[in-house]
């Protein structure tokens, strides 16, 4: 079956413009969670959704970062007016429930702002 | 908060040699979930191994083992007769396993693994 995707893989933004970022988690799974992964570093937690719910945002590191769920499958990742320090990889992964141990990453979207 | 440390930025193994990468961990709490996670350059992060805190006897998938060590709070991975495709980044992470509104992974600044034919 089909795994986590997300979309764009790569992504050029000239700072100051807004981007989205999408993933698609695997069907049926409750939970979603965005990662950023700065270069040479560990995945850092961003947000929690459980289905349409976002639980947890404390990852967000400013108020230009916004993520959604509307229907419980499909999630995006919007960052607006983008800075330098957004540059990284944005990592998606689901899980069938919220007390599931196992997460399944996506192959991430790299953002470049120049 | 818990915290996770991979103190080796970087470590090289000769092709069917066995390597160790350690990881140490902070936390206070007791139930929780430890992970090793493998990320080749295609970035696509996989599970290769997990242990949970409550269990004693260390977990082993194939030619991967841990060591976990509770009371010092390490939990080290080893890679038994190592292949090409081991090469990767390898994350430690760690997860509380708690019914609450997060089930966050707090992951490692990781261990790039580089395999020597």
């Known amino acids: 079956g089909a795994g986590v995707s997300q979309s764009p893989r790569y992504k050029v933004a000239k700072r100051g413009q807004d981007v989205a970022l999408r993933c698609d988690p695997i069907?049926?799974?409750?939970?979603l969670f965005w990662y950023q992964q700065a270069l040479g570093q560990g995945p850092e937690f961003l947000t929690y959704?459980?289905?349409?719910?976002?639980?947890?945002k404390s990852g967000l590191p400013s108020d230009r970062f916004f993520a959604e769920r509307p229907e419980g499958s499909v999630s995006t990742l919007k960052i607006q007016r983008t800075q330098q320090e957004d540059s990284a990889v944005y990592l998606c992964a689901s899980s069938l429930t919220g007390d599931s141990y196992e997460q399944y990453f996506g192959p991430g979207t790299r953002l470049t702002v120049t | 908060a818990q915290t996770v440390t991979q103190s080796q930025p970087e470590m090289s193994v000769q092709e069917a040699e066995t390597v160790t990468l350690s990881c140490t961990y902070d936390?206070?709490?007791?139930?929780?979930?430890l992970f090793w996670y493998k990320q080749p350059p295609s970035r696509q992060m996989i599970l290769v191994i997990r242990q949970e805190a409550y269990k004693q006897q260390n977990a082993t998938e194939n030619r991967f083992s841990v060591n976990f060590q509770k009371a010092a709070k390490s939990f080290s991975l080893k890679i038994s007769d190592s292949q090409l495709g081991d090469a990767a980044m390898y994350f430690c992470?760690?997860?509380?396993?708690?019914?609450?509104?997060?089930?966050?992974?707090?992951f490692g600044t990781g261990t790039l693994l580089a395999v020597q034919p």
């Open positions: 936390t206070s709490e007791s139930d929780y979930y």
């Open positions: 992470a760690y997860k509380m396993n708690y019914g609450g509104a997060t089930n966050k992974l707090i």
């Open positions: 069907s049926g799974h409750v939970s």
């Open positions: 959704f459980q289905n349409e719910a976002q639980l947890d």
